[in-house]
């Protein structure tokens, strides 16, 4: 069966909407991202997304539609984000779809937003890839699982502190460079030299699996202060090897995710490992991970990359298998921030 079920997602700082046939087939995507109205903060500020998510809910969501020259009763269900993200925006989205559904009397399904970025990951495979492990690594979340399928997921590992991408956010916040910082940080880091600085690599302690980044956050930090920790932190301007501090930056953090996955595969025996979230977008990633697993037996597998930001295809995909399996939420359905 190849139903159709339109994506509503809102989890964090991007409204959309999508319409995907059987889990597969996109026939719509849209999405407004907010990146301008929170670049001047550096970050995301949750009461101007809220805010962000009501005005562009509805206007989206008819692009959606247009997009697809489709009305709502070509629709099948309807599935929404429902967790985790900041409660405030989520909120949003849920109201829509629960609306939707009352009006149109269509099923509605709750989608978990990471087990959805996952899914992206295999929407464009010839062969399904289960067992295997998944790296979710975003803005808010850097996490390993082990997947059985699509809707069968297990955390084996977290981060201690910061997600990989709020690590790249803050060191472009270091060097000046504009929000969000992966693209920017991995923009100059192809004019730099990846060995050129020796910044730390965490290693979980032995036989255990896990990230951390804040002490890279903080070896950066001291490094641009002249290895003095008391001394001022200089101005972009004024810092002349920007280029080689962005690339061993980002070289230290993508051997740190390669490093973790891969050994999270071989403790799991599987040969397929699933990379999704903001920072798959991430070339140095993409390369390194299919390079070292190529070289171990495992097959390294990203989603495009439109779908590895946040998007509302990957919440329409998963949303099928829901749809498919019977899970169907009611109109109680909550949202749940983590
Ligand atoms: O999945 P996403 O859109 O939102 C969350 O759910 O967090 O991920 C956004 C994150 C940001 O931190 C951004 O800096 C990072 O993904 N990102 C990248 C790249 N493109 C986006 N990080 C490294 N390299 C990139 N090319
Ligand atoms: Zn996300």
Redesign the pocket.
Known sequence: MAELILGIES????TAAALVRGGREELASVVHSQVAEHAKWGGVVPELASRSHLDQALPVLDACLEQAGLGLEAVDAIAVTHRP?LIGSLLVGLGVAKGLALGTGLPLVGVD?IEA?VYAATMDLETTPYPCVALV?????TALYRADGPLRMRRLATTLDD????A??KV?YLLGLP????????KLAAEGRRDAIAFPRYRPKRGELGFSFSGLKTAVLYHLRGGDALAPTPAPEAIADAADVAASF?EA?VEVLVRQTLRAAELEGVDQVLV??????????REVMQAEGAARGIRATFPR?AR???NAVMIAGLGWEHFRAGELADLGLDAAPR
Request: aromatic share 4%.
């Open positions: 989890s964090c700082d991007e993200g937003h970025h690594v975003s803005g808010g979340h997600a990989a991408g709020e790249f956010d472009a929000y969000p910082g992966g693209p920017s940080v991995s980002e953090v999704a979230g903001g920072v798959a977008c991430n070339g140095r990633l990359p590895c930001t946040d």
